[in-house]
């Protein structure tokens, strides 16, 4: 099969690309650095869209925003999910798949807003679709606590978890992109639950994994209705529909 990936150069992105070359299918990478800015609506993204959709039977949409603001995350999400399904539908695309977030829906966080504008399109849209809302990556405490470090210092908010390995999600999406659409959303978890913090000081303290992340970690507590909900267990499923193997100290670890 043909199988399109916007956002095919990111993290779960390029793995998604890879596992579907793995398993002998074709990719098609549509990503600002392969010339495809989604967030561009007009003559130029469509005629280029036509041209990169052309013979393609599925896309699976892997885009991501680094932003905390929920205007910009909504425009985002909005807009590259309008150009999308605008162009899948006339190049005549028979899947859609998203990758979204376990628990969007429970608890209020200004990313999460633009993530449900990017469900609700795809869930109402003309596309036949699958939704695989996973849950936090592996890598994602090491993220969070860069993005909100001063020089060596980095905060780690104390919350649940249940971390899962980018590499099993990119799998399960190249496995859905190749199947029938499902008009479900399904929820992909890792094999155990963390507590953020704790991982954000383990990735702080392997230097493999800190990369150029804080070598300090201060843990914090989440406040408001997003910190209520989610020390209730809002981001951990209660019974995922599919579960991943690697744990995060193997992950850690490597393996
Ligand atoms: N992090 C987590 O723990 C987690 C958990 C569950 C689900 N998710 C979801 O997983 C998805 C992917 O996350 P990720 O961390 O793998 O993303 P990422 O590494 O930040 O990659 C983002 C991708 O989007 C592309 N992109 C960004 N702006 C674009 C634009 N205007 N036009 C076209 N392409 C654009 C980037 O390529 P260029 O820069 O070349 O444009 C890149 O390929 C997100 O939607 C996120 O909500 C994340």
Partial sequence: MRVAVAGGTGLVGALTAEALRAAGHETVV????????????????????????????????????????????????????????????????????????????????????????????VTAGPVPWTVLRATQFHEF????????????????????????????????????AVGEPRRTVLELAGPAREDLAAMARRTARTPARRGDGPRFVVPVPVPGAFGKGVRAGALVPAAPDLVGTQTFAEWLGGR
């Avoid at 980095?154 to 919350?159: I, N, Y």
């Fill in 30 to 121: 549509l990503a600002r650095s392969t010339g495809v800015d989604l967030t561009r609506p007009g003559a130029a993204l469509a005629a280029t869209l036509t041209e990169r959709l052309a013979g393609v039977d599925a896309v699976v949409d892997a885009l991501n925003v680094v932003t905390m603001k929920g205007a910009e995350s909504e425009a985002f999400f909005g807009r590259t999910t309008e150009a999308l399904l605008a162009a899948e539908q006339a190049a005549g695309v028979g899947h859609h798949v998203v990758l979204s977030i376990v628990g969007i829906d429970r608890v209020p966080y200004d990313y999460y807003a633009g993530k449900l504008r990017q469900e609700a399109l």
């Fill in 141 to 176: 405490a090491g993220q969070m606590t860069q993005r909100m470090a001063l020089g060596p210092v980095g905060l780690a908010p104390r919350m649940p978890v249940r971390p899962v390995a980018a590499a099993e999600v990119a799998e399960v999406l190249a496995r859905l």
